[in-house]
């Protein structure tokens, strides 16, 4: 009790020095996240400015508080701005991450126990698309594809036929640890043989799809997703895009669906974020990035290493640590941080390993 007292009463200090020490770690380390990003400072000061202050309930114009004149002009220019980077009718902004816009999507196009068919959380997936440990998989019925064992790459052919098969309401495309394109044009056509929803969860490959550097779904997916902190380089959030036709189904399933107030100190950084994607700079930026992650791709290639998939097209790459060094994922992982390199570690398609 008494040391709990004085940590209560050194608490700030505290927490000061966890802050400085963090800013340390960042700082200091090579970070290999592909997840994770660095946004501006104009980014980092809408993200924690007053404009968190604000309860705003409900969409511009159409809110259950008084005192949103400017913060609807807020939202409304970050709405403008995500519809002119995707070329798209529809966005929602108020998505407070990833996982909740997929919820979201869910909400207003399925009912429980509707059928899902998406790619194994192993192969490349992400928890929201109907992993058991999460909503997603304890809600609805999901199926899951997964890539071809020997090139490691999505198979068109075998997702159509087990799209026949199932007949899922829902079809998945996008994904956390798929290094290579995707052809959404091919899941549109295999979507539409049984009149499948098609959702796009391009989290991690948004910014690279805003200037053009990896296809985008926006022509052929019903709805696409998206975080803001990936590659798109904004603050932790995201956005759903869709047509014109399904956008009020979506903002409902948002607002009440599965939110309270939006955040508008980040809706605000997400503005700020657009902004910056629009700039020239931005393309520059991440076609680097690209360039990088290919250099590291053919050097690992070259001597010997195992890289899923064949290697990348994108800003992530994937190693197969066991096969190439006789490493788990996890024992790989914690060397690399000793050496200061900082990576995240991830299940391989057919592995055997536990995550
Ligand atoms: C494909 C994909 N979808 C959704 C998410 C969820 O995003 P969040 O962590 O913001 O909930 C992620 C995050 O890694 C992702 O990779």
Redesign the pocket.
């Known amino acids: 009790m008494k040391k709990f007292v004085k940590k209560v009463n050194s608490a700030e200090k505290l927490l000061a020095n966890y802050y400085q020490k963090e800013r340390k770690r960042q700082k200091n380390t090579l970070n290999l996240i592909a997840?994770e990003n660095y946004p501006s400072k104009k980014v980092l000061t809408y993200s924690g400015s007053l404009l968190i202050n604000k309860y705003a309930e409900g969409y511009p114009q159409a809110r259950y508080y008084q005192g949103c004149q400017n913060i609807d002009k807020i939202e409304e220019l970050a709405i403008d701005l995500a519809k002119k980077l995707f070329k798209v009718e529809y966005a929602n902004v108020q998505p407070h991450?990833?996982?909740?816009?997929?919820q979201a999507v869910y909400l207003a196009l399925l009912k429980p126990g509707d059928k899902i068919l998406s790619l194994n959380l192993l192969a490349g997936?992400?928890?929201?698309?109907g992993a058991k440990v999460n909503f997603s998989g304890t809600f609805y019925q999901v199926h899951h594809y997964n890539l071809d064992p020997v090139s490691q790459k999505l198979n068109y052919p075998e997702i159509d036929q087990m799209t026949q098969e199932i007949k899922p309401k829902l079809i998945i495309a996008?994904?956390?640890?798929y290094s290579l394109k995707i052809d959404f044009a091919q899941f549109r056509k295999i979507a539409d043989k049984i009149g499948a929803y098609l959702l796009a969860?391009?989290?991690?490959v948004a910014g690279l799809v805003a200037v053009g550097l990896f296809p985008s779904p926006v022509p052929y997916a019903d709805v696409t997703?998206f975080?803001t902190?990936?590659t798109l380089r904004g603050p932790?959030?995201?956005v759903i895009l869709t047509k014109k036709e399904l956008g009020k189904k979506i903002d409902k399933a948002v607002f009440p669906g599965n939110q309270g107030g939006p955040n508008l100190a980040i809706i605000a950084a997400k503005a700020q974020c657009f902004y910056e994607v629009l700039q020239p700079a931005f393309k520059v930026y991440q076609k680097k990035v690209l360039e990088n992650a290919q250099i590291m791709a053919d050097y690992f290639q070259n001597q010997g290493v195992k890289v899923i998939s064949g290697g990348t097209e994108t800003h992530l790459l994937l190693i197969d640590t066991k096969n190439s060094y006789n490493l788990t994922g996890k024992a790989a992982a914690e060397k690399l941080e000793k050496a200061g390199i900082i990576c995240n570690k991830n299940m391989l398609p057919y592995d055997e390993e536990k995550p």
């Open positions: 997840s991450s990833g996982s909740q816009a997929n997936g992400h928890l929201t698309h996008g994904y956390s640890a969860d391009i989290a991690h997703t975080t902190h990936k932790r959030g995201a």
